[in-house]
């Protein structure tokens, strides 16, 4: 079955870096866009960013234009989300989904990131 598992949150202080991971299986990855949602509490779940099946094409939320950069490994079946210089709004629970922007249909438990000195 498909399985999405989110890894490589933490808590990092403003300013700082993180990277990232979501590994799947069930699916044939490289045939899939990709997308990371991320969600605050008591906030909205928010599209962070998201990549075509063969990682040529990326679109990202104007919050994080700039700082978080999206990319793919299909032959690890796995997907990024390097985040450059963070701040504590984009403190979250990262989820990685299947599909251009489709809601979360196969997310994760998530990852969270917390930003914060």
């Known amino acids: 079955q498909v399985q999405l598992v989110e890894s490589g949150g933490g808590l990092v202080q403003p300013g700082g870096s993180q990277r990232l991971s979501c590994a799947a299986s069930?699916?044939?990855?490289?045939?899939?866009?990709m997308t990371w949602y991320r969600q605050a509490p008591g906030k909205k779940r928010e599209l962070v960013a998201v990549?075509?099946?063969?990682?040529?094409?990326?679109n990202y939320a104007d919050s994080v234009k700039g700082r978080f950069t999206i990319s793919r490994d299909n032959a690890k079946n796995t997907v990024y989300l390097q985040m450059n210089s963070l701040k504590p709004e984009d403190t979250a629970v990262y989820y990685c989904?299947?599909?251009w922007g489709a809601g979360c249909a196969y997310c994760g438990q998530g990852t969270q990131v917390t930003v914060s000195s």
């Open positions: 990549i075509s099946s063969a990682g040529g094409v990326t």
């Open positions: 069930g699916f044939t990855f490289s045939n899939s866009a």
């Open positions: 989904d299947i599909g």
